[in-house]
């Protein structure tokens, strides 16, 4: 099977060093695939260049090109069975146009719980959708998705083998949606000390809960990338998410990293059938799941028993269970298998 990996305009490299949601998604696609035995090409101008001898890159862009035209003959004469591509471009006329000359299938995953495709932009066959949890599922029904994990890998993460940790962890980016101040608290009435892991994205929320952020169990990492990330997880007791009432976790990279780093996870829902659950069973960590009506000390109280239950779990278990729950080479294959 010969598989074309297709970048994107982006302010991160593919594939990048620490943050980076579907270019870290696409690169586990490329590896995944080629562990699977398939030939890869890295399509487009986006890739790094230090990737070695072995990779094949053509700095080409699909919506780049015209139908009929020298160049799109040469890439269809290229033979591709499949494109992976970001979730946009199956929607996208002139990227559609040129993939139509190619006669080959694409496959996307759903990294946005707010675009809106094309009316025929999946058959379910040829263009095929795939969503990480029933609600996202749900949201995109009318194209008919496949419910899949997805898998994200970076350079320089490989992941040491299981060990216990100490303190617990949140990881991501630090805004409003993402609500750290409420595993910041959780932490608190536990007694445990806390590393927030990730870059500042709002600075007026920060401030608003200046007075937990402050506090002498908090620990400000700050954004970090490569062995550092997956150091960040290895280490911990726990890995704890939040997130908002209102915010939708589409592609929820965090999960995967931390179960194959061999931490489990303690998550705060506020609904039924979110990627918390999808990634998690009661050997790999716990979900609080809070009626949003409740008040945010409810939500951490329900949080801090959730991480009580991990603290119990085994960091070895936790890690075979990951590493093959979230394995490049099983993701693929998922991807490119059409459905009978």
Request: aromatic share 10%.
């Amino acid at each position: 099977m010969l598989v074309g990996i297709c970048d994107f305009p982006s302010s991160y490299t593919f594939p990048p060093v620490g943050y980076g949601g579907i270019e870290r998604w696409l690169w586990a696609v490329a590896e995944g695939a080629r562990a699977a035995g398939a030939d890869v090409h890295l399509l487009g101008p986006g890739w790094r260049t230090d990737l070695g001898a072995d990779w094949t890159t053509r700095p080409i862009r699909l919506e780049d090109l015209q139908p009929g035209t020298r160049q799109t003959r040469d890439l269809r004469s290229t033979g591709y069975d499949l494109l992976v591509v970001g979730h946009e471009y199956p929607s996208l006329p002139g990227w559609r146009r040129v993939w139509a000359d190619l006669d080959c299938d694409v496959a996307t995953f759903q990294h946005s719980p707010v675009f809106r495709h094309a009316a025929d932009a999946f058959d379910a066959k040829r263009s095929r959708l795939y969503c990480y949890s029933p609600e996202m599922a749900g949201l995109y029904a009318a194209h008919a998705p496949v419910l899949e994990h997805a898998v994200h890998l970076g350079l320089g993460e490989a992941e040491p083998p299981a060990r216990p940790g100490r303190d617990l962890v949140w990881l991501g980016r630090i805004d409003e949606e993402k609500a750290p101040h409420l595993a910041v608290r959780a932490a608190q009435l536990l007694g445990q000390r806390i590393h927030i892991v990730g870059p500042v994205f709002d600075n007026d929320y920060v401030r608003r809960h200046q007075a937990l952020f402050a506090a002498d169990h908090v620990s400000w990492v700050g954004e970090v990338g490569g062995a550092a990330k997956t150091a960040a997880f290895s280490d911990a007791s726990v890995y704890v998410y939040t997130c908002s009432r209102s915010y939708v976790e589409a592609g929820a990279a965090v999960f995967g990293e931390s179960l194959r780093a061999s931490t489990p996870v303690a998550a705060l829902c506020w609904r039924d059938g979110t990627c918390a659950e999808a990634a998690l069973c009661e050997t790999t960590g716990a979900v609080a799941r809070v009626d949003p009506e409740h008040d945010d000390e409810d939500a951490a109280l329900a949080l801090a028993t959730a991480i009580e239950r991990c603290l119990e779990l085994d960091a070895p278990t936790v890690q075979d269970i990951g590493l093959n729950r979230f394995d490049p080479e099983r993701h693929f294959r998922a991807l490119a298998t059409r459905p009978c």
